[in-house]
């Protein structure tokens, strides 16, 4: 039973943070693409790169989750 | 994942993930049965080297149809993925590597989406074995441009005090063990988490225990599959960006 509450606190809380870093950072990157839009492509790569490495943080404690739901 | 103690249908989309082998095979005490993940791995190379080595026999000097679009991939390849990142002189000898891993692991997830099929990277020893190459590439490419005792001395910056040394050197190490591990991760899991949903949207039809109410469900996974397709692209495209970056970290050691 508490296995299933800690797994959802977890995972909520992970993915407050994740949200709220992405949103941060897809704020900048669209104000540096309105300044510099030839600069468009180069910025959206940098970001997609640091979108990935913020998501990898959530999906470690997805991972954690995951293990406390489905083993005993 | 609804727990049965409450009288409902036990749904586990979990065990759509689980290797079983197909075709036991033991040899010198290790395990090398083949699984469906075997199966389907053989499939994606052998997708690949067909269609690319039928378009690289018949190279035409205005490319058109399959040919323009292979092209296209390997340009954007060449240019944003390993010469931004690593400069033209060793982009040309690390081009191959890094244009494989993109590849393979981009046709392995996206065949994942045919019904029926098995997705290679949503099992966590296809990943943990891609990044283990990784890992040795990163690692053989450092000592062998550097030499052993200077590629260890580059954990470190110049000019520290000795004390300071068992505690900048365990940190180095975690993290050298710790990025092509969350490599590894973070494809699983990005992998695992997209057919898991859709998975959980087909049951809900099981759970609601009527047909009629299907159509949102089925509405849900269509809207899911499509994003899927994007986030195997995305993966697949920074497993290769954050490799050929590692290699050129090994390659200019900053400190």
Known sequence: MLQYLSAAFAMGLAAFGAAISIGYLVGKTMEAMARQPEAAGQLRTTMLIAIAFVEALALYTLVV???LVLTK | MASPSNGGPHIDPMHHFELHPIMELHLFGIDFSITQAVVWIWIAAALLITVLTLVAKTLKHYPSGMQNFIEMIVE???NQLVNDVMGEKEGRTWFPFIATLFLFIL??????LVPGSFTP???INVTVALALVVFLAVQGVGVRKHGLVGYLKGFVPHGIPLWVLPLLLPIEFISQLAKPLSL???LFANMLVGHVVILVFLSMIILFKSFAVAVFPIAGVVVMSAFEIFVASIQAFIFAILTANYI??????AH
């Open chain 1, 65 to 67: 989750s995951l293990l």
């Open chain 2, 76 to 78: 954007f390849l060449r």
């Open chain 2, 107 to 112: 046709t392995s997830s996206l065949l994942g």
């Open chain 2, 121 to 123: 990277t949503a099992n």
């Open chain 2, 184 to 186: 590894a991760i973070r």
């Open chain 2, 248 to 253: 050129s970290d090994a390659i200019h050691q």
